[in-house]
């Protein structure tokens, strides 16, 4: 059965605009899977845009579900995650000015830094996924290195204009295919809405989809709850179809 990450950054991200003690991100997590979340996604950016090292420690104690932490390749964030031990942790690459995660890692050119925290990860008896683009080349370097999670970006499909969302699927499709081929896990994610999840949650072979900012906008008007329902419901009867 698909799972579903919610991302809970975003309200993080309203209670730093104002550095006020709301909203809670960890009432959102507990919210979040009392509504049915398979687990609950954060990510510790290197400027602590949003999500703040108490809010991992705090996390890690009351979630009931799977902590999927994401993180950059910074000693500093790995360090804090090897305290932490959450159950996952997604590799991500990071950019000061960039509004979210525009890219996939590049696992060719960080090869050596990559597997070095994979090595301390997995001693901390902690699962690393890598982000990446669904492009083959950097499956296959991530094979090599004997991860046995990825994470494929859909945000090229959820971008996409009319004309080329189809293109974006096959690369997709084209990528999970042979991620499997491969032997790995996979999972998905990045900018999937209530319009655009049912082709990517279609997809047999994906296991886990991690969805935020889609969910989190939905909740202004109809409640996290209901959101997170809604999410759900959309990606079990794509799977199910
Ligand atoms: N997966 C990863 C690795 C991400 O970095 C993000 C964004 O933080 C997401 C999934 C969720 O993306 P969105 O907020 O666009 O749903």
New binding site residues.
């Given amino acids: 059965m698909i799972k579903l990450?919610v991302?809970i950054?975003?309200v993080a991200t309203i209670r730093q605009q104002r550095y006020t003690d709301y909203p809670d991100p960890l009432l959102a997590a507990i919210k979040a899977e009392e509504a049915g979340a398979d687990l609950i996604?954060l990510?510790l950016r290197e400027d602590r845009r949003h999500i703040q090292d108490n809010d991992v420690f705090a996390m890690r104690k009351i979630l009931k579900t799977r902590m999927n932490l994401?993180c950059s390749l910074s000693v500093d964030i790995i360090n804090i995650a090897c305290k932490a031990k959450p159950d996952d942790v997604?590799l991500?690459p990071e950019n000061r000015s960039e509004l979210?995660?525009e890219g996939g890692l590049d696992v060719i050119k960080h090869m050596s830094s990559i597997r070095n925290v994979v090595d301390l990860l997995s001693s901390n008896e902690i699962n690393v996924s890598i982000?990446i683009d669904p492009d083959i080349v950097q499956i296959e370097a991530a094979a090599k290195i004997g991860i046995g999670i990825i994470?494929i970006?859909?945000?090229k499909y959820?971008d996409a204009a009319p004309s080329q969302i189809n293109n974006e699927l096959f690369r997709v499709k084209e990528a999970v295919g042979f991620a499997k081929s491969q032997g790995l896990k996979v999972?998905?994610?990045?900018?999937?809405?209530y319009d655009n999840v049912t082709s990517i949650a279609s997809i047999d072979g994906i296991e886990e989809?991690?969805?935020?900012?889609?969910?989190?906008s939905r909740s202004i008007f109809d409640g996290i709850h209901n959101a997170v329902v809604e999410m759900k419901r959309i990606i079990l009867e794509a799977r199910n179809k």
């Fill in positions: 990450g991302n950054d975003h996604t990510h994401e997604c991500v979210t995660t982000f994470e970006h859909t945000g959820s999972n998905a994610g990045h900018g999937l809405s989809l991690n969805i935020g900012h889609s969910i989190i």
